[in-house]
């Protein structure tokens, strides 16, 4: 659950969110989209509570699990890393792992992988952990397509599992379709459409929404 009222971030004279309201009920699953410094990150980031907004009110609901855009490893081997902080959860563990496909590296150390690899395994690491709100910053910009279907299908399946809200930003229509049934887009900090995913992409109803769709990265 989210609720969000009058919520702005400015550095010092520059504003980068303006979101008069924003809400979400339980279970529901949003895509945040907009070009590079329209504010998806600034609206993640306040959300998950690791920035504090100017004005205005965040409502979310706990406990939430946070992933930024930046993915990393801690030392050790990849099964290790997605153990991290847990008990008793290692066939769990590596479910997941078979899942995201990356059993083959569990008992490899973690600093070996990949780009995508590793973005993999931070997706792992959340999902071994249960939450009401799940937050992700561009979860599949490192993957190619068949690793970024994976990495939607096991949040997928994660959220149907504990019924948790999905809020999570990308560049690429496929992801706002395959994993969302709402879509925000931001231009300058400020939303600019809001609606079904389908819809928005097929039926944008202002010039600058068109421009944009038509030079998103499919």
Not at 68 to 80: D, E, M
Not at 102 to 121: C, I, V
Request: hydrophobic share 40%.
């Amino acid at each position: 659950m989210i609720e969000v009222h009058d919520l702005k971030k400015t550095y010092r004279d520059r504003t980068v969110l303006d979101l008069p309201a924003l809400s979400l009920a339980q279970g529901e699953t949003l895509a945040l989209a907009g070009a590079n410094g329209s504010g998806k990150t600034t609206l993640l980031r306040l959300l998950a509570g690791t920035l504090k907004p100017t004005a205005g009110t965040v409502k979310t609901a706990k406990p939430l699990l946070y992933l930024p855009q930046k993915s990393y490893a801690f030392r050790g081997t990849v099964l290790q890393n997605v153990l991290l902080g847990t008990q008793g959860k290692k066939q769990q563990a590596m479910e997941l792992l078979e899942k995201l496909e990356l059993l083959p590296f569990a008992d490899k150390k973690a600093s070996s992988l990949s780009g995508g690899e590793l973005q993999r395994l931070s997706v792992c690491r959340l999902l071994i952990r249960p939450c009401n709100l799940l937050l992700l910053d561009e979860p599949t910009s490192a993957c190619d397509p068949q690793s970024a279907t994976l990495v939607l299908q096991a949040l997928e399946a994660y959220r149907k599992e504990t019924g948790c809200t999905l809020v999570l930003s990308t560049h690429t229509p496929r992801v706002a379709l395959e994993a969302a049934g709402r879509l925000l887009i931001l231009r300058d900090g400020k939303p600019e459409a809001d609606g079904a995913p389908q819809a928005l992409l097929q039926s944008p109803d202002s010039d600058w929404l068109r421009a944009f769709i038509a030079g998103w990265r499919i």
